[in-house]
T-cell receptor, first 116, second 111 residues
Framework: NSKVIQTPRYLVKGQGQKAKMRCIPE?????VFWYQQNKNNEFKFLIN????????QIDMTEKRFSAECPSNSPCSLEIQSSEAGDSALYLC??????????????FGSGTRLTVL | GEQVEQRPPHLSVREGDSAVITCTYT??????FFWYKQEPGASLQLLMK?????EINEGQGFTVLLNKKDKRLSLNLTAAHPGDSAAYFC??????????FGKGTHLHVLP
């Protein structure tokens, strides 16, 4: 069973409000991914980190999201001004990255965001 | 960039029948492949990680086939049971920091 912990499980916000979700990666995993899974089950990559450093992020994330993975604290993903289209399941995953090979992503249970 | 197409989007089979889900990908440099299972309200659970060097991979109750020539990855549940009812996702990874998911297959196993 995955030991990636995401909170809260459910989040309801009004349009224009901030929406913040957190993720504690599996112990010892330096790499963290955030994905958005929409109602059609499509995964959209948002951002990933290695330790505290951002590796990659998409344009939307750079413009509208605030994300960090501080040492000794949960990672967080915050939408600065929620839009209806942000309603989705936000999945955090961590991996034990070693060299250039792809390691398995271990997923949390997700935060389901509903923007009214 | 890499594109992953997963078929079928929905699949219903009777208990004991086989169920086959297929993904095709475009990047010939993809080296790592994953199958995940997602039950309703639950997280994604890894079924199998496949390296490009291995064509046939057997798990508990399922087989994963990789055809590099056709760039096709398939998951074959050999004798499905109701507990297999879930959404299944393939994922393709060309390198350590990029993972592209298929759109998923909703499998329903009828008793």
């Amino acid at each position: 069973n995955s030991k990636v912990i995401q909170t809260p499980r459910y989040l309801v916000k009004g349009q224009g409000q901030k929406a913040k979700m957190r993720c504690i990666p599996e112990k010892g995993h330096p790499v963290v991914f955030w994905y958005q899974q929409n109602k059609n089950n499509e995964f959209k990559f948002l951002i990933n980190f290695q330790n505290q450093e951002v590796l990659q992020q998409i344009d939307m994330t750079e413009k509208r999201f605030s994300a960090e993975c501080p040492s000794n604290s949960p990672c967080s993903l915050e939408i600065q001004s929620s839009e209806a289209g942000d309603s989705a399941l936000y999945l955090c995953a961590s991996s034990l990255q070693q060299g250039a090979s792809a390691e398995t992503l271990y997923f949390g249970s997700g935060t389901r965001l509903t923007v009214l | 960039g890499e594109q992953v197409e997963q078929r079928p989007p929905h699949l219903s089979v009777r208990e004991g029948d086989s169920a086959v889900i297929t993904c095709t990908y475009t990047d010939p440099n993809s080296y790592y492949f994953f199958w995940y299972k997602q039950e309703p309200g639950a997280s994604l659970q890894l079924l199998m990680k496949v390296f490009s060097s291995t064509e046939i991979n057997e798990g508990q109750g399922f087989t994963v086939l990789l055809n590099k020539k056709d760039k096709r990855l398939s998951l074959n549940l050999t004798a499905a049971h109701p507990g297999d009812s879930a959404a299944y996702f393939c994922a393709v990874s060309p390198n350590a920091y990029k993972v592209i998911f298929g759109k998923g297959t909703h499998l329903h196993v009828l008793p």
